[in-house]
């Protein structure tokens, strides 16, 4: 079983910055692939971002293109999301997300969950 725990959600004022970070866990682990998922309340789930994890090429919603920055340490099978600019449109609770299969990081398919920091930005 693979493990994903969050970290790094807060409250902000807009404008300002925030870092999540993510860390896989699991012995049977091979990472493809990590993403970042956000939901506000009374909306459904939408996609952040992803990286490959070997070639390190990046996806980005058009939402948080040119403000967000996906990163990840292969040693540490951490992934960073560097959010920059933040709006009260970005409050949402943010959820990553690992494939260990050969899944593109251009679709939302994902095989583990974390459960979620909440990011919260005020006006």
């Known amino acids: 079983q693979v493990q994903l725990v969050e970290s790094g959600g807060g409250l902000v004022q807009a404008g300002g910055s925030l870092r999540l970070s993510c860390a896989a866990s699991?012995?049977?682990?091979?990472?493809?692939?990590m993403g970042w998922f956000r939901q506000a309340p009374g909306k459904e789930r939408e996609f952040v971002a992803a990286v490959s994890w070997m070639s390190g090429v990046t996806t980005y919603s058009d939402s948080v293109k040119g403000r967000f920055t996906i990163s990840r340490d292969n040693a540490k099978n951490t992934v960073y999301l560097q959010m920059n600019s933040l709006k009260p449109e970005d409050t949402a609770l943010y959820y990553c997300a690992a494939a260990d299969r050969s899944i593109s990081i251009y679709s939302y398919n994902y095989d583990y969950w974390g459960q979620g920091t909440q990011v919260t930005v005020s006006s």
């Open positions: 699991g012995r049977t682990f091979s990472n493809k692939k």
